[in-house]
């Protein structure tokens, strides 16, 4: 067989076949591109509406749980401000602590003379309130005149000086303790 056809016409025809045939995959695979992405398109916008659709139903009970919780948490708040009004609420059978300590300060003389005063309440009905009176008395008398009318009025149940405090003639320390309804 004899070449009919020259060597530079032989290479262009074998550079124009690769040509065509590199045209036509690009081509094939351009095709299959585009038809893969036109049968994706409806997956990918049912995809989106479901997303949404679900992002919308979360939003939805976000809601719902934070309004449950705000009223759980305000219902809360209120019960608790109730209780602690009722505990700040004095009974109307309970003396003030104004009160309790004018009767203390009234029965003190000139010669009493006194420096600290420690008060607490007690629980209503299960125990007495307790008053601690620490001072300096001139003299002995005087400290068992102020103990004596203090023990006269029915609001205390008990006062408390203990011998101790009488060892000095005078400018006597003392701590007094008084138990009572109060």
């Not at 992405?37 to 992002?55: D, R, T, Y």
């Not at 009160?99 to 009234?106: A, H, R």
């Not at 010669?111 to 001139?138: L, M």
């Amino acid at each position: 067989m004899t070449n009919l056809l020259s060597q530079t016409k032989l290479a262009n025809l074998a550079k124009e076949y690769k040509y065509r045939l590199t045209t036509v995959a690009i081509f094939a695979f351009v095709v299959v591109v585009v038809l893969s992405a036109g049968f994706l398109v409806p997956s990918f916008i049912i995809s989106n509406v479901k997303l949404a659709g679900i992002a919308t139903e979360a939003q939805k009970a976000r809601a719902v749980s934070e309004l449950q919780n705000t009223k759980n948490t305000s219902g809360t708040i209120l019960k608790d401000t109730k209780t602690q009004l009722l505990l700040l609420q004095p009974d109307a059978s309970e003396d003030s602590v104004q009160n309790v300590l004018g009767l203390i300060t009234k029965n003190k003389s000139s010669d009493i003379r006194i420096q600290n005063v420690s008060f607490e309440r007690g629980v209503a009905g299960a125990e007495d309130g307790k008053i601690v009176v620490s001072g300096i008395a001139k003299n002995r008398e005087s400290l068992t005149t102020f103990s004596s009318q203090i023990q006269s009025n029915s609001i205390f149940k008990n006062v408390d000086l203990p011998i101790s405090n009488f060892a000095k003639n005078k400018d006597i320390a003392f701590s007094m303790q008084i138990s009572g309804s109060f």
